[in-house]
């Protein structure tokens, strides 16, 4: 067979545009692929909803590629040790109730599990304004190219329609900002010092609908609710991104 290189073109461009146009309506779009995000995706598409996750940057896996430090390692402890197995992280035991994986393992397989789940990525996109009419709920995501910003140019975007947005930005809380700076009626506290006990027991807590279409998971939650950060372990996010997955479940069905 002869390869022919318009074929290739072709067979790129109809089956993305093919996507792009089914998913300017969706129920459920994840502003980031960090483990938050990346999560709640995964746990959202296996119960047939769907979702679209939207990151600006060229790889998933958010702030998790670096472990700690740059030591590829991520901690997990015991009460999330359940999700390292729902998506087949493989896991050391260190010390009674702490967990070590790799990152670049759990990065993989929580893209792989979102993968298989059904949703789609839309990486290099970025958001950069809601959707807030009369009936004062998020219902949709303006979104452009990342290297529209990166260059700086003068580009206008595009709008897509969502049921529920999932703010997964970590520590910027990009989303809820936006929502704040629009006089939405949102606060942002803003991230405090390292406490990391007291962080991890606090995340899920944070997990919430804080304006009305718009769920925050994650450091992003953290940081709305002025909580305290964890450094290098990675329970929290996953138990973070479970609990928005659940929350939109409850109130979506
Ligand atoms: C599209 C965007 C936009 C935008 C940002 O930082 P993340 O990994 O987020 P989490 O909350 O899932 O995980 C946090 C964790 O990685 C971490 O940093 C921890 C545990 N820190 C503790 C500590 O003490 O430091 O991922 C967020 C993603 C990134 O990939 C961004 O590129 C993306 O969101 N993003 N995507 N449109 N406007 N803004």
């Excluded at 049921?163 to 989303?175: C, L």
């Excluded at 010092?193 to 991890?200: Q, V």
Aim: charged share 20%.
């Amino acid at each position: 067979m002869k390869l022919n290189e318009v074929t290739i073109t072709r067979a790129i461009l109809s089956e993305q545009s093919r996507v792009m146009l089914d998913y300017v309506d969706l129920e459920v779009a994840v502003v980031g692929a960090g483990p938050s995000g990346l999560a709640c995706a995964a746990l959202l598409g296996e119960q047939g909803v769907k979702v679209g996750v939207i990151e600006k940057k060229l790889s998933i896996g958010g702030g998790m590629w670096g472990g700690g430090m740059m030591f590829p390692r991520i901690v997990v402890q015991e009460e999330a040790k359940r999700l390292l197995d729902h998506f087949s992280i493989a896991c050391k035991a260190f010390e009674e109730g702490y967990y070590v994986a790799k990152s670049v393992e759990a990065v993989a397989k929580l893209t792989a599990a979102a993968c298989d789940a059904g949703a789609e990525f839309f990486n290099l996109t970025f958001v950069e304004d809601v959707v807030i009419k009369d009936d004062r709920r998020v219902s949709g995501l303006v979104i452009n190219w990342t290297p529209v910003e990166m260059a700086g140019l003068h580009v206008d975007p595009l709008t897509i329609a969502c049921r529920y947005t999932v703010d997964a930005t970590g520590h910027d809380a990009v989303v809820a900002h936006m929502v704040a700076s629009k006089g939405g009626m949102v606060t942002v506290a803003g991230e405090g010092p390292m406490w990391a006990d007291r962080a991890e027991a606090m995340i899920v807590g944070h997990t919430r609908e804080i304006f009305p279409g718009l769920v925050v998971t994650g450091m992003a939650a953290n940081a709305v609710a002025g909580e305290h950060r964890m450094g290098p372990i990675f329970g929290g996010m996953l138990l973070s991104g479970e609990r928005a997955a659940t929350l939109i479940l409850e109130t979506m069905r």
